[in-house]
């Protein structure tokens, strides 16, 4: 049965909406502030496929939904309640407005413009034959590593920050330590939205309303920050984050995964659909330790040599382990190395990612190697193989 949505915080109207509506018809009444992106959240997450807009929503802002929904969702028909005026009726009709029904239409008036669209809806819905599994078109890279403050955050955003240079607006990168994770505030950034928000919410259904809660940071990457308030961490579904995170690939090219230290729910889920994991170590003997047992779980659950690559970060003649001794000490090669550099330090104490400071040297060539690699369809052995490795 067709669902409708009633946009409003007129109160007048909210209460004649009871009496508006014949047996049949299913009608919830939302209200939302009176800005683009959260109307048009609040009807898609209403599941609606009619939408009554009301007349508390100011003209711009009514026709900018009309407009996003009837691109991103052209299956919701939009119907503004409000008096004719001749004007309004062009830019509405030119919106895709499917109505326009005023006060003095009445009750009867109404009730047959919202039974025609019902039934206009149903029959469109019968001649549906199957819904269409969206294309995945971009790349998943995941960044994780079981020890704290080796370097997760750095790499994930200054590998973000380098994609962005060839791909405005195409890198997505997604903060998933859910716990201690401050992206946004390290970018020095006012986030729109988070990834607890966009993912609980299904806010990922409705192409614009994600790129509207992705927030632009200048060098064109687009950021979907942890959750400010720690609780609602609490709440993430494996199942949503990783439904976020496919609905993301079909929209974005690259989409870079921050996690916290430890293998934690969010960053498994988010290694298992990987098209790239990049784990990281530096030279030290206890963060050797626990990566190696953390090395035989992921090898576990399927996150094998094959499609890992092991990043040896801050690698220093003085800490007294070379690349070669964590190498035996992981049986496993380094796939790439970047050197301790203080400059790292100073610029992510100033919000800055150190790529757009220094694109060149020792740092940036190893940022240039992985990215050869993200950027190359085919896996790191060249192979025919499917660039995806774990599913
Ligand atoms: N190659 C490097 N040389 C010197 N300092 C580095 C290097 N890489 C990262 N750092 C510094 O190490 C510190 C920890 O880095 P970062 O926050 O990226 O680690 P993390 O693994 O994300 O930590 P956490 O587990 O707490 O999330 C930061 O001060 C960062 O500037
Ligand atoms: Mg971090």
């Known amino acids: 049965m067709t669902s409708i949505v009633l946009v409003t915080s007129d109160d007048k109207?909210?209460?004649?909406?009871?009496?508006?509506?014949?047996?049949?018809?299913?009608?919830?009444?939302?209200?939302?502030?009176?800005?683009?992106?959260?109307?048009?959240?609040?009807?898609?997450?209403?599941?609606?496929?009619?939408?009554?807009?009301?007349?508390?929503?100011?003209?711009?802002?009514?026709?900018?939904?009309?407009?996003?929904?009837?691109?991103?969702?052209?299956?919701?028909?939009?119907?503004?309640?409000?008096?004719?005026?001749?004007?309004?009726?062009?830019?509405?009709?030119?919106?895709?407005?499917?109505?326009?029904?005023?006060?003095?239409?009445?009750?009867?008036?109404?009730?047959?413009?919202?039974?025609?669209?019902?039934?206009?809806?149903?029959?469109?819905?019968?001649?549906?034959?199957?819904?269409?599994?969206?294309?995945?078109?971009?790349?998943?890279?995941?960044?994780?590593?079981?020890?704290?403050?080796?370097?997760?955050?750095?790499?994930?955003?200054?590998?973000?920050?380098?994609?962005?240079?060839?791909?405005?607006?195409?890198?997505?990168?997604?903060?998933?330590?859910?716990?201690?994770?401050?992206?946004?505030?390290?970018?020095?950034?006012?986030?729109?939205?988070?990834?607890?928000?966009?993912?609980?919410?299904?806010?990922?259904?409705?192409?614009?309303?994600?790129?509207?809660?992705l927030t632009t940071h200048s060098s064109g990457m687009l950021i979907l920050p942890a959750p400010s308030i720690l609780s609602h961490a609490e709440h993430l579904q494996a199942e949503d984050l990783t439904a976020l995170l496919r609905h993301l690939s079909t929209h974005f090219a690259h989409i870079v995964i921050d996690s916290g230290p430890g293998s934690t729910d969010a960053a498994l889920a988010a290694a298992v659909e990987a098209d790239h994991l990049f784990v990281v170590v530096t030279p030290e003997i206890g963060g050797l330790n626990v990566l190696s047992r953390h090395l035989n779980g992921y090898d576990a659950i399927g996150l094998t040599a094959v499609g890992r690559h092991l990043v040896f970060n801050k690698d220093d003649p003085r800490a007294g382990i070379t690349v070669e001794e964590a190498e035996s000490a992981l049986s496993e090669r380094m796939s790439f190395i970047i050197p301790a550099e203080q400059q790292i330090v100073v610029t992510s104490n100033h919000g800055i990612p150190y790529l757009e400071t220094k694109p060149r040297g020792p740092v940036a060539e190893a940022f240039e190697s992985m990215l050869a690699v993200l950027q190359d369809e085919q896996t790191v052995g060249g192979t025919e193989e499917p660039k995806r490795w774990f599913r």
């Open 13 to 213: 109207l909210r209460s004649f909406a009871d009496e508006w509506l014949p047996d049949g018809l299913n009608v919830f009444v939302r209200n939302a502030a009176p800005v683009t992106a959260e109307v048009v959240n609040t009807v898609v997450a209403s599941g609606s496929t009619i939408a009554v807009l009301g007349p508390d929503l100011p003209e711009r802002v009514l026709i900018d939904v009309v407009k996003t929904l009837q691109t991103s969702r052209p299956e919701i028909d939009c119907v503004a309640y409000r008096n004719p005026v001749a004007q309004f009726l062009v830019k509405g009709i030119h919106a895709g407005l499917r109505d326009v029904i005023g006060p003095r239409d009445g009750v009867s008036g109404l009730t047959n413009s919202l039974v025609a669209l019902s039934e206009a809806a149903d029959l469109r819905r019968a001649n549906l034959t199957a819904d269409v599994e969206p294309v995945s078109r971009g790349s998943i890279v995941s960044v994780i590593g079981p020890k704290g403050g080796v370097g997760k955050t750095t790499l994930a955003v200054n590998l973000a920050y380098s994609l962005a240079q060839y791909a405005a607006n195409e890198v997505v990168l997604v903060d998933l330590d859910l716990v201690c994770g401050g992206i946004a505030d390290a970018l020095q950034l006012e986030p729109v939205s988070d990834v607890v928000a966009v993912s609980q919410g299904r806010i990922y259904e409705d192409p614009t309303a994600l790129k509207l809660s």
